[in-house]
T-cell receptor, first 114, second 114 residues
Framework: DGGITQSPKYLFRKEGQNVTLSCEQNLNHDAMYWYRQDPGQGLRLIYYSQIVNDFQKGDIAEGYSVSREKKESFPLTVTSAQKNPTAFYLC?????????????FGPGTRLTVT | AQSVTQLGSHVSVSEGALVLLRCNYSSSVPPYLFWYVQYPNQGLQLLLKYTSAATLVKGINGFEAEFKKSETSFHLTKPSAHMSDAAEYFCAVSDSTGGFKTIFGAGTRLFVKA
C-alpha cells in the first residue's frame, strides 16, 4: 500500500541534543512538507520541498533543518537551537504541484524534550 | 494573504444530532478549500475538498460542506452524529497567491455525547 511513514512514533530526548525525525513516502510525490502541531494552534509549516535537492523555509523554520536527497525521503532535524521542541510533528506530501490538490499526511511523531 | 478562522475550538453534540462546524476564509483570489479530520495521535485525513466545481461538496463518512462565496464560508455538516465522529477537524485554504502553502485553521474538537 502507498503511503507516508514517520518514525519513531514517540521520541524522547534530553535538552541540548539534536534529533532527526524520519519521513518516507512511496507515493511518488514531488512535494513534501513538515508541520508542527501544538494544542490550539493548528498546523504550522516548518519546511517544504517541491523537488529533490531543493527546499524552502516555512513560517517557523528557526531551530530546524531538512534535507531532500531522495524523492522518497524528507528528514527533519530538530536542533538544540529550537527553544520549545516538544510537539507533535507531521510530515505530508502532495502529488501535484498545484494548490487544488490535497496533502497526504503521515501518522506523526511526538517529540518530548526534557 | 490567506487565512482561515474556525469558530469554536470545541463543539459538543448528542449522538444523532446535526453536526455543524464553522469555517470562514480570507483569500484575494478564488480559493481551494479542504476539511481534514484528525483522531488522537494520528495524522490528518482528508474529508472533502472544494476546487471550484460544485459548491456543495460531499465527502467521506456522511460529511458535506457548502462553499458560499458571499459569506466567505465553508461550513462542515453531517445530519446525524455518530460516536465515531468524535475527533478534531481542520479547515484549510490554499490559492495561487500562497505558493505551495496550505493554511490550516486552529481546529475544532468535536465531542459526541451518548
Amino acid at each position: 500500500d502507498g503511503g507516508i511513514t514517520q518514525s519513531p512514533k514517540y521520541l524522547f530526548r534530553k535538552e541540548g541534543q539534536n534529533v532527526t525525525l524520519s519521513c518516507e513516502q512511496n507515493l511518488n510525490h514531488d512535494a513534501m512538507y513538515w508541520y508542527r502541531q501544538d494544542p490550539g494552534q493548528g498546523l504550522r509549516l516548518i519546511y517544504y520541498s517541491q523537488i529533490v535537492n531543493d527546499f524552502q523555509k516555512g513560517d517557523i523554520a528557526e531551530g530546524y533543518s531538512v534535507s531532500r536527497e531522495k524523492k522518497e525521503s524528507f528528514p527533519l532535524t530538530v536542533t538544540s537551537a529550537q527553544k520549545n521542541p516538544t510537539a507533535f510533528y507531521l510530515c505530508a506530501s502532495r502529488g501535484q504541484n498545484k494548490q487544488k490538490y490535497e496533502q497526504y499526511f503521515g501518522p506523526g511523531t511526538r517529540l518530548t524534550v526534557t | 494573504a490567506q487565512s482561515v478562522t474556525q469558530l469554536g475550538s470545541h463543539v459538543s453534540v448528542s449522538e444523532g444530532a446535526l453536526v455543524l462546524l464553522r469555517c470562514n476564509y480570507s483569500s484575494s483570489v478564488p480559493p481551494y478549500l479542504f476539511w481534514y479530520v484528525q483522531y488522537p495521535n494520528q495524522g490528518l485525513q482528508l474529508l472533502l475538498k472544494y476546487t471550484s466545481a460544485a459548491t456543495l461538496v460531499k465527502g467521506i463518512n456522511g460529511f458535506e460542506a457548502e462553499f458560499k462565496k458571499s459569506e466567505t464560508s465553508f461550513h462542515l455538516t453531517k445530519p446525524s452524529a455518530h460516536m465515531s465522529d468524535a475527533a478534531e477537524y481542520f479547515c484549510a485554504v490554499s490559492d495561487s497567491t500562497g505558493g505551495f502553502k496550505t493554511i490550516f485553521g486552529a481546529g475544532t474538537r468535536l465531542f459526541v455525547k451518548a
